[in-house]
């Protein structure tokens, strides 16, 4: 950065912290879990150098679990590395005022190592590798999500108390659509639209989902790397909203075996350089266009070698294999629900490509990247797209198509083991990645859950 250029980002900075206010930001990078981890640092701190340098923490982000136990024997880091530091170096055009949290702005960080090299680790730089591989053919890639989530009564302190047991949803019943009921949730789901409009993720629309106390939201599409960021904003907002009204919101992919899963649809599309829609085609609505169609087919091609980053935890596998809305084979139709890709063909902007089998537990930059990486290749290598499926998805025999992984285990091999995955991602990516959802496996496998209790227990 020039000198120059250095002074004038220091004074937008120092004016940004006047107008709004600010005594505190939030600064945090994502971790592959896909939880935003990081600190608050004072405005001056953070003036005074930190916006340029970023602040270091420990490389223990990448190498333990969601509930903070570090995960044995990888090679990346551990006791054998002595734990050292790494970098989280603010982007500031996601620079944004917390809107909730008074005289507070949040930036999102990349993470680089200590000799200034991007991590090849962190879910963000592996998100922007791969959306550099589309801008040097000419294309920017387009996404955006549709998250579906739970809203219990009480803190997440009180639901701990109780064992997670009985739980409160915000409301009974099922009541899909309901523009009456969605009444007496409009106080936080209301709240929610507005602030994260404040806070620069524009949402399209929200309604009561299929479950008892269960929401959609819609986000605006954006540039994959911004709809990425607006993804785990969203997430990360739903989350502190929530628990200010003295509720617990979850993205778990199923909740409990009679309720609707949450699903993490993920919309996606290309632009050409001249700024039109690359998946359009004006001459036949009905189909996508040449090059929408190889990345469909890519998606297709390589949906079961990337399951594990679609469903990364051992509950994500509950909600694909009830049927209630959730695919559970390799395939695709034409404006259909029930597969796991959905094509949405036009003659303008809206054509784009549904990935509906990541589920909303799932790390929404790994998911883009993924699905990125696969189309492109679908693109590249001119796959063949196999015939659409019509009617319903869930029934089709195994002669129409193969069943996805159905564990997190066997997603975890198969991933482990694709040419395609280590070339999209490198090798000491897809081998670390694979070893912290073995952790995943490892830990539930030592766990005595109420299902083997109820079974077992009187009559063995």
């Not at 980002?9 to 600064?27: A, V």
């Not at 897809?430 to 496998?445: I, M």
Request: hydrophobic residues 40%; negative net charge.
């Amino acid at each position: 950065m020039a000198v120059g250029e250095e002074s004038a980002d220091q004074e937008l900075i120092s004016d940004f912290i006047k107008k709004n206010g600010i005594h505190t930001f939030k600064i945090g990078a994502v971790d592959l879990d896909g939880l935003w981890r990081g600190k608050r640092i004072s405005s001056e701190y953070f003036l005074n150098g930190v916006w340029r340098n970023g602040t270091f923490l420990c490389n223990i982000l990448f190498g333990w679990d969601l509930q903070d136990e570090p995960i044995p024997d990888l090679a990346y880091t551990g006791a054998h590395t002595g734990y050292p530091d790494i970098n989280m170096r603010p982007d500031l055009s996601t620079l944004a005022v917390v809107p909730w949290e008074p005289g507070t702005a949040s930036v999102i960080c990349d993470v680089f190592e200590r000799d200034g090299q991007s991590l090849d680790l962190s879910p963000r730089n592996v998100l922007k590798a791969n959306v550099e591989r589309f801008k040097a053919l000419g294309y920017e890639p387009l996404a955006a999500y549709e998250f579906e989530f739970y809203l219990f009564q009480g803190t997440a302190r009180e639901l701990a108390g109780r064992g997670w047991r009985d739980l409160e949803a915000l409301s009974e019943g099922n009541h899909t659509y309901s523009v009456y009921r969605d009444t007496g949730s409009e106080f936080i789901i209301g709240e929610v639209r507005q602030r994260l409009a404040e806070y620069g993720v524009s949402i399209e629309a929200s309604n009561s989902e299929h479950g008892p106390g269960q929401f959609e939201v819609n986000i605006h599409y954006s540039n994959a790397l911004k709809a990425a960021d607006n993804a785990m904003l969203f997430k990360h907002t739903v989350k502190e909203l929530a628990a200010r009204h003295g509720l617990t919101a979850s993205f778990m992919a199923k909740l409990n075996p009679s309720w609707a899963g949450s699903s993490g649809h993920m919309h996606q599309s290309l632009l050409r350089a001249d700024g039109t829609p690359a998946f359009a085609n004006p001459s036949d609505p009905g189909r996508l266009s040449d090059v929408g169609n190889g990345y469909l087919a890519g998606l297709v091609e390589h949906a079961a070698d990337l399951t594990a980053i679609f469903l990364p935890n051992i509950n994500s596998y509950k909600r694909t294999m009830a049927g209630d809305w959730a695919p559970s084979t390799v395939s695709w139709g034409l404006d259909n629900r029930t597969v796991a890709i959905r094509s949405i063909p036009g003659s303008g902007s809206s054509a784009r490509i549904e990935n509906r089998l990541a589920g909303a537990d799932a790390n929404p930059y790994l998911v883009i990247a993924a699905s990125l990486a696969a189309g492109l290749d679908g693109i590249e290598q001119g796959i063949s797209l196999p015939p659409a499926v019509e009617g319903d998805g869930y029934s089709l025999p195994p002669t129409r198509s193969s069943l996805l992984p159905t564990t997190l285990s066997s997603a975890i091999d198969q991933f482990e083991a694709s040419i395609f995955a280590r070339k999209a991602f490198g090798d000491r990516f897809v081998d670390h990645y694979a070893d912290l959802r073995r952790w995943e496996v490892k830990k539930f496998a030592s766990a005595v859950t109420e299902w083997e209790i109820a079974r077992y227990l009187e009559h063995i």
